[in-house]
């Protein structure tokens, strides 16, 4: 989540968030800024990060229905 997030943060133009308890701060005033819930950018920051060659999303795209 870190590592999407900290691009996402760069592309803005802002700088990284390093310090673990910073992050978070700035993760949950972004989710609830954007109206989703930290847990909810967690799980997208999740499934966008590929895993080998093929996006987590492609990957587990038949499981989320069962989420």
Excluded: H
């Excluded at 691009?7 to 992050?23: P, T, Y």
């Excluded at 967690?42 to 895993?51: D, F, G, I, L, S």
Aim: net charge neutral; glycine share 4%; hydrophobic share 40%.
């Amino acid at each position: 989540m870190k590592r999407v997030i900290n691009e996402i943060l760069r592309k803005a133009g802002f700088e990284d968030v390093s310090n673990d308890i910073e992050f978070v701060e700035k993760a949950e005033e972004i989710a609830l800024e954007c109206g989703y819930k930290p847990i909810e950018l967690c799980w997208m920051t999740w499934m966008v990060q590929p895993e080998g060659k093929m996006m987590r999303m492609k990957k587990y795209s038949q499981l989320l229905s069962k989420i």
